[in-house]
């Protein structure tokens, strides 16, 4: 899995040391896997998945953003193997413009190709918050 990252709300990609804590997200139309973690460690946990649809999950991840307090999200965007983009890009995408949107922090993008598999693969009970927790150490592995 390669770690793309992109910040949504800058065009620089390097992430601000004070960005420390980081809940991370597995977008789905049903569920949305949900991780947390720290720079610090460079470990992810899992969280509960959020099952819910449309307009529905926004109040369970405020809740979530409430709980943990991060000081940046981070999302995972599926491309196909090849790296072009699919349906599930666009709509990953747009959960992430929309996550900056209503609570106002930085949202980085990290290339997830193949996070579910790996996740079933290693044998997690919920494969969506074990995609979550691998797109975040990913991500946290990055970091310089």
Same mark, same amino acid.
């Given at each position: 899995m390669r770690c793309h990252l992109q910040g949504i709300a800058e065009l620089d990609t390097t992430v601000p040391l004070n960005h420390g804590s980081f809940l991370a997200f597995d977008f789905g139309l049903k569920r949305t896997g /949900? $991780? /947390? *973690? &720290?720079?610090m460690l460079r470990t992810a946990t899992p969280q509960a998945t959020v099952r819910a649809e449309g307009d +529905? #999950? @926004?109040p369970l991840i405020a809740a979530r953003i $409430?709980? @943990?307090q991060p000081d940046a999200l981070v999302i995972g965007v599926p491309f196909h193997p090849? *790296? +072009?983009?699919?349906? &599930?890009t666009v709509r990953a995408r747009r959960f992430a413009r929309q =996550? #900056? *949107? #209503?609570? *106002? =922090?930085t949202v980085y993008e990290v290339d997830e190709r193949y996070s579910t598999t790996e996740a079933h693969a290693n044998g997690a009970r919920d494969a969506d918050a074990a995609a979550a927790a691998i797109i975040l150490e990913q991500f946290l592995r990055s970091l310089s």
């Amino acid at each position: 899995m390669r770690c793309h990252l992109q910040g949504i709300a800058e065009l620089d990609t390097t992430v601000p040391l004070n960005h420390g804590s980081f809940l991370a997200f597995d977008f789905g139309l049903k569920r949305t896997g /949900v $991780a /947390v *973690g &720290n720079r610090m460690l460079r470990t992810a946990t899992p969280q509960a998945t959020v099952r819910a649809e449309g307009d +529905a #999950r @926004w109040p369970l991840i405020a809740a979530r953003i $409430a709980e @943990w307090q991060p000081d940046a999200l981070v999302i995972g965007v599926p491309f196909h193997p090849d *790296g +072009a983009e699919h349906e &599930n890009t666009v709509r990953a995408r747009r959960f992430a413009r929309q =996550l #900056r *949107g #209503r609570f *106002g =922090l930085t949202v980085y993008e990290v290339d997830e190709r193949y996070s579910t598999t790996e996740a079933h693969a290693n044998g997690a009970r919920d494969a969506d918050a074990a995609a979550a927790a691998i797109i975040l150490e990913q991500f946290l592995r990055s970091l310089s």
